[in-house]
Nanobody, 126 residues
Framework: QVQLVESGGRLVQAGGSVRLSCAAS????????MGWFRQAPGKEREFVAAMSWRGDITNYADSVKGRFTMTRDSAKNTVYLQMNSLRPEDTAVYYC???????????????????WGQGTQVTVSS
């Protein structure tokens, strides 16, 4: 069993920055691939970023490349999403997720992930 808790979501002006955190507890964290997904009102959940359990491979959605950076601190059992140059279309509930089956390239398919956090709201005003 894995528990994930996101934090850091807030209201921010376009062009600003937000740093999200996801703290994990339960099973061995260092062996989980971790992902970030987001869901806007009335829209389907979409992939944002993911990182291999070693932290050596990162996968980003095209819409966030160059603006978002995912990092991992295994000692703290925490992953982060640094979001810069935010746009109104980035407004969504952001979720972190753990993939217990992958130790290679981090996957973008939400159905590959086994555990999910409760989500944290990020709102970008224009």
């Amino acid at each position: 069993q894995v528990q994930l808790v996101e934090s850091g979501g807030r209201l921010v002006q376009a062009g600003g920055s937000v740093r999200l955190s996801c703290a994990a507890s339960g099973r061995t964290f260092s062996r989980y691939a971790m992902g970030w997904f987001r869901q806007a009102p009335g829209k389907e959940r979409e992939f944002v970023a993911a990182m291999s359990w070693r932290g050596d491979i990162t996968n980003y959605a095209d819409s966030v490349k160059g603006r978002f950076t995912m990092t991992r601190d295994s000692a703290k059992n925490t992953v982060y999403l640094q979001m810069n140059s935010l746009r109104p279309e980035d407004t969504a509930v952001y979720y972190c997720a753990a993939d217990l089956s992958s130790t290679g390239y981090p996957r973008a398919n939400e159905y590959e992930y086994d555990y999910w956090g409760q989500g944290t709201q990020v709102t970008v005003s224009s």
